[in-house]
Structures are given as structure tokens and as C-alpha cells.
């Protein structure tokens, strides 16, 4: 099955002397979840940007559901839905009211715009609110309400900006459910970023790691992991003898450390090595007592890959009262 | 394309219609306008009835205004009657020079960039900026003319007054709207700040109303100023609309002049459409 998004060397160049993005490639297959993650400025909105048709491509080549970006952006359009970072649900409009004019804009045909209106108000948990004004609503309807007017005319991609920007844990859970639901249930592929890394590890078929304009990393959150950061097991043994040397023979296991009784190791999956070391540790007339072990984070691999964690980011962009306001309306 | 158009215009529409601080203020501006300007600009009300000692009969003080109105307010009989065209053009270009606002909302707040990723022409986004602003002045300048004809002193309409000259009176208005509409609504779109459009507007409005015959008679102006307020559309648009309110029935030479008023308007009006539609586009080209 050919990419539904690819991305052949992107570029893109601000003048006077701002290069956003530089040389960016990848590309996206039909029915997977795919996360762009950087910090701020690192090339991320640019790049959907381009992808959405918001941004010219200074060079280099990208196709979305089959249609050049550059060439065909009509086409392009026709077949996205874009859910961005800000809230642009009109406040003056009720929901449903807002749900209809995403309809019409996206030509979706008259007799077709209740029943999808409809259907989304339920899936999404605002029927009960379809008929208020979009100023009373909280600020997780409002992201919900959004989500509903970007799928309004059944796109092949979804484009999500910080889908879950100041929402509570709460709301922002059940946002990604929504996302699982409709990858799951209807074959929707999705491209987001976001600065919620556990988000991108619990949502992401893969995801990519852009940094100053250009990808660092590209693969599955697991496999990611792996690579880059690997389980940390912690032993404890019965009796005093010295499993050291026995430790570091084991496959895959590295900076293995002695604290009196206690042994601490490096693993890429601890299940592959668990077994060897339970028959080493048995084998040698001793017990172990205690085992623990901790599984790697994205924010592991972010760091290694940017050299900064996540959050050391969080907090720049915007800095005018637009931002305020966006903020005040997701809080509200 | 029209459903496009006709789906943002819908929007704007109906967002002005609900939000009563948008509707009431443009009420009450055209009330005070006409109040206030009808009575502090009248020249006639300074006409003391004792002049040098010499009492005027109140026959004698009325005979004298009618005459000021009659040779220098081109035949009005009140002089509301002469200020209502010009309080009209007066709310048509302010309402459209400051209705972009919306439309910079719109970028800032994100809205715009819905637009821009939906498969709408950019056309409909430019002309449904110029729709709603016109329609939202045209109802004003309605509303104004309503409120002119009920006030004491008021607008009192030429004999022989019909429907033509409504038609005609509103299709001024409108050819004058929509041209003005074209270009502030590019403008709109062009800036990325409220405020940088508000300088805009400011520095522009000013010079368009005070060089044109809204509210003073061209008569009185130096000659250099009456060479620039005979080029400016709202002199041509106040002077169409003030000819057929004040002059129910129109003589020759004044048909005349109103017909090239009114192909003026038409050309004002096309060619803003044009230089607006392309500064639009260039505006909402991805950057």
C-alpha cells in the first residue's frame, strides 16, 4: 500500500536568512498514527504547515492522499481535516451551527450535513450541547467540537496540532480515546504533534523527531526506545557472592553495577533476559529476592536525540494576548 | 463558489444580528449624527432675527434660510434634508473601513487558517468580507434614512420622490459601499495586526470625508479643494443621492449629471474590485 503522506526532502526558507525546515523526508502509511514531536521552532508547524497547503514548499516535494501539495492543493484539501493547535470554533455560533458551516465549507453534499452533523455530536459527547452558543462551552468541548468540525466531511488524513494543548488529564485522557476510536474504527490516519510525550508513546504507530529544521529520528515509540534508552533492571540476591562477572556475560546486558547485595543493569527488553538470569543466579546456589525494573521514556529518547528534554520547551510560542485569549478560551 | 460565499456571509450575518452591542451603537450613531450635525452644522440657525438693529419678521427670518437652502444647499428644504445624503456616506465609509476588523480576528484567532486548509475559493473568503460589510453599512444607511424622514426638521423628500429615486439613492449608496468595501476588506486581509489597521484606516478616512461635499457644499471650498472633493467617490455618491432626495423629479441637466455621477461609481466600483481581488489573493497566497 503506497504512503498516504510523503515528504521528499522539504524545505523551507523564511527570507530574509530563516531556514524552518531543511531537507525534511518521511512519509506516513494509510491507517497509522503518526507523531511529530520537537521543541518549539523546531520545524513541526511549518511542516504541516506545507502538508495542509497553509505554507509554499521552497523545495523538495510532498503528496498528501495521492495529491501534489504544491501542484493540487485544492485536491489536498478536499481530502484533510485539520485540527489546529488554536480554537477556532466561531463562540458566537452554537455547536451545531458550527458543525453545519464546517459542512458546507468542506462541500459536503446538503442532504448528507443532519445526519453527519448528527452522528458526530454523539460520537464526540456534545449532543446535549449542540444547541448552545460555543462561548459557554469548557474547554475540552471546545477541542472536541474542533475535532468534530475537522471530520465533518469524512477526510482520508487528520491533521492534529497539539490536540490536547491546556486541557486537564482528565479531558485530555479522553481525547485520546477519541483518537484511538477513530483510527480503530474508521481507518483514519492521523498526523499530529504534541508536547505530551506519554501521549505520543500511547498513541503512535511512529513518530519522528524533528530538531533545528531537520529529522533526528524516525520509528515505532518502542523501537525508539530501545535504541535509546533499554530497561534498567534492579536485583537483589540471597547471599554475598560476587555475580558480577556471571551478569555481564548475559546477552544485551551492560553497565552492570554492585551495590552489597543489590545489582543494577542495562537491557534492551528485560523479558529477553530475565529467563538467563534467573537459571545464572540458580545455577550458582542463590535466590533472588527482590526484582524490579523500569521501562524507558520517550522523554529518554527525546533527550538523547535533542540534547534537552521537553518541558525545558514548554511554554514558548505565541506571545501576544491571541495566545491569552486561546488559553482563557480552553480553560474556560 | 456562491455557497461558499453565501456560507461565510451567513456567518458574519449572524453573528452581527445576535450581538446586540454591534447593532444598537450603529442605531444610535446614525441618530446623534443626524441630531447633532443637523442642528450644530446648520448654517441657517445662525442668521440672527435682529440684524444691525433691524427686527426680521418671523416670515422675513424663514424667507431668508429657505433662500440660504435654496441657492447653497441645491434646493433643500430643511437642512437635514441637505445633511442626510452625507450622514449616510458618512456611516457607509466609516462602517466599511473599520468592518476588516472582523477579518483580522479571524487571522489572528486562527479562523482564517480553517478557511485557507478548506477546498473554498479564495475568492469567496475576499468576497464575503465585502458581502457582510456591505450589508451590514446598507442596513445602517437604511436605518438612517428612516430615522432622518421621522425626525422634527427632518429629511423632507423632493415632489414627485418614487421608487426610481430610491433605487437610484440606494444604488449610489451601494456602488459607493461595495467599492470601498473592496478595498478595506483587502486591506483586512493584508495586515496581521488590528492595530496596524485601525492607523491605516484613521489616516485614510479623514482626508476622503473631509475633501468630499458630505457634509459641507462644495460651493464654499477653495478652488484646489474643489478640484480634489469632484474626484472623490463620495462626493459623487452624496451628490447623486442628495439630488434625488432634495429633487423628486430631476430637469435634464441634472439627470445628466447624475447619469456620469453614477458611471463614475460604476468604474470606482469595478476597479476597486479588481485592485482589491488581487491584493486579496496575494494576501491569502500561502506565504
Not at chain 2, 104 to 113: A, E, K
Not at chain 2, 114 to 135: D, E, K, W
Not at chain 2, 240 to 254: E, I, T, Y
Request: net charge neutral; aromatic share 8%; proline share 5%.
Amino acid at each position: 500500500m503506497p504512503p498516504i503522506i510523503e515528504a521528499e526532502h522539504l524545505t523551507k526558507f523564511y527570507p530574509p536568512k530563516t531556514k524552518a525546515v531543511e531537507d525534511v523526508s518521511f512519509s506516513v502509511d494509510e491507517g497509522e498514527v503518526f507523531g511529530f514531536l520537537g521543541p518549539n521552532g523546531a520545524g513541526k508547524t511549518t511542516t504541516i504547515k506545507m502538508l495542509t497547503t497553509l505554507a509554499s514548499i521552497t523545495s523538495g516535494k510532498a503528496k498528501v492522499a495521492g495529491f501534489d501539495v504544491a501542484h493540487d492543493p485544492s485536491a489536498v484539501r478536499r481530502s484533510i481535516g485539520v485540527v489546529p493547535q488554536e480554537l477556532t470554533a466561531d463562540d458566537e455560533l452554537k455547536g451545531n451551527e458550527n458543525l453545519v458551516l464546517a459542512a458546507k465549507l468542506h462541500h459536503v453534499p446538503r442532504s448528507e450535513v443532519p445526519g453527519r452533523v448528527k452522528d458526530l455530536l454523539k460520537l464526540f459527547d456534545l449532543e446535549e450541547a449542540a444547541n448552545r452558543r460555543v462561548r459557554t462551552f469548557s474547554g475540552g468541548m471546545r477541542r472536541r467540537l474542533q475535532m468534530a468540525m475537522g471530520l465533518v466531511h469524512s477526510p482520508k488524513v487528520m491533521f492534529l496540532d497539539e490536540p490536547t494543548l491546556g486541557l486537564d488529564v482528565q479531558t485530555r485522557t479522553k481525547v485520546w480515546d477519541y483518537i484511538t476510536r477513530l483510527n480503530h474504527d474508521r481507518g483514519l490516519t492521523v498526523f499530529m504533534t504534541t508536547h505530551y510525550l506519554e501521549e505520543a508513546d500511547g498513541l503512535c504507530d511512529r513518530i519522528a523527531i524533528i530538531d533545528h529544521g531537520a529529522i533526528k529520528v524516525s520509528d515505532s515509540p518502542a523501537h525508539l526506545k530501545e535504541k535509546f534508552g533499554g530497561d534498567v533492571l534492579s536485583i537483589s540476591m540471597s547471599g554475598d557472592t560476587d555475580l558480577s562477572e556471571f551478569l555481564r556475560t548475559v546477552p544485551d546486558v551492560s553497565d552492570v553495577t554492585r551495590e552489597g547485595r543489590v545489582y543494577k543493569m542495562k537491557l534492551p527488553r528485560t523479558e529477553r533476559a530475565l529467563p538467563v538470569i534467573i537459571e545464572g543466579v540458580t545455577s550458582r546456589g542463590l535466590a533472588i529476592t527482590e526484582i524490579s525494573f523500569s521501562r524507558p521514556k520517550l522523554d529518554d529518547v527525546f533527550l538523547e536525540v535533542t540534547g534537552r528534554s521537553m518541558r525545558e520547551d514548554e511554554g514558548g510560542g505565541q506571545d501576544s494576548w491571541v495566545q491569552n485569549l486561546n488559553l482563557e478560551r480552553q480553560a474556560s | 463558489m456562491f455557497d461558499d460565499l453565501s456560507a461565510l456571509t451567513g456567518r458574519a450575518l449572524r453573528k452581527w444580528i445576535r450581538n446586540p452591542a454591534a447593532v444598537l451603537p450603529g442605531f444610535f450613531t446614525a441618530l446623534f449624527y443626524l441630531a447633532l450635525f443637523g442642528n450644530s452644522f446648520n448654517p441657517t440657525s445662525l442668521i440672527p432675527s435682529n440684524m444691525g438693529g433691524f427686527q426680521l419678521t418671523p416670515a422675513e427670518l424663514l424667507s431668508i434660510k429657505s433662500s440660504i437652502l435654496t441657492q447653497t444647499f441645491q434646493g433643500a428644504a430643511t437642512y437635514i434634508s441637505y445633511l442626510t445624503a452625507g450622514i449616510i456616506c458618512l456611516i457607509l465609509v466609516f462602517n466599511m473601513a473599520f468592518g476588516g476588523i472582523d477579518l483580522v480576528l479571524d487571522r489572528q484567532l486562527g479562523f482564517l487558517s480553517t478557511l485557507l486548509t478548506a477546498p473554498i475559493s479564495r475568492g469567496s473568503i475576499y468576497f464575503s468580507g465585502v458581502a457582510q460589510n456591505m450589508i451590514k453599512a446598507m442596513s445602517l444607511a437604511f436605518l438612517t434614512f428612516l430615522i432622518a424622514i421621522l425626525l422634527p426638521d427632518g429629511l423632507i423628500l423632493g415632489k414627485g420622490f418614487g421608487v426610481l429615486n430610491f433605487i437610484g439613492i440606494f444604488g449610489a449608496f451601494a456602488l459607493l459601499a461595495f467599492g470601498l468595501s473592496c478595498v478595506f476588506t483587502a486591506l483586512a486581509l493584508s495586515v496581521r495586526a488590528i492595530d496596524s489597521l485601525v492607523a491605516i484606516v484613521n489616516f485614510a478616512t479623514f482626508p476622503l470625508v473631509f475633501t468630499s461635499t458630505a457634509l459641507f457644499p462644495g460651493a464654499g471650498f477653495p478652488s484646489w479643494l474643489l478640484a480634489i472633493s469632484n474626484e472623490n467617490p463620495i462626493t459623487k455618491a452624496t451628490d447623486s443621492a442628495r439630488l434625488l432626495m432634495v429633487n423628486g423629479v430631476l430637469s435634464s441637466s441634472q439627470l445628466s449629471t447624475l447619469e456620469w455621477d453614477i458611471a463614475y461609481l460604476v468604474v470606482f466600483a469595478a476597479v476597486m474590485a479588481i485592485v482589491g481581488y488581487i491584493a486579496a489573493r496575494k494576501a491569502l497566497a500561502p506565504v
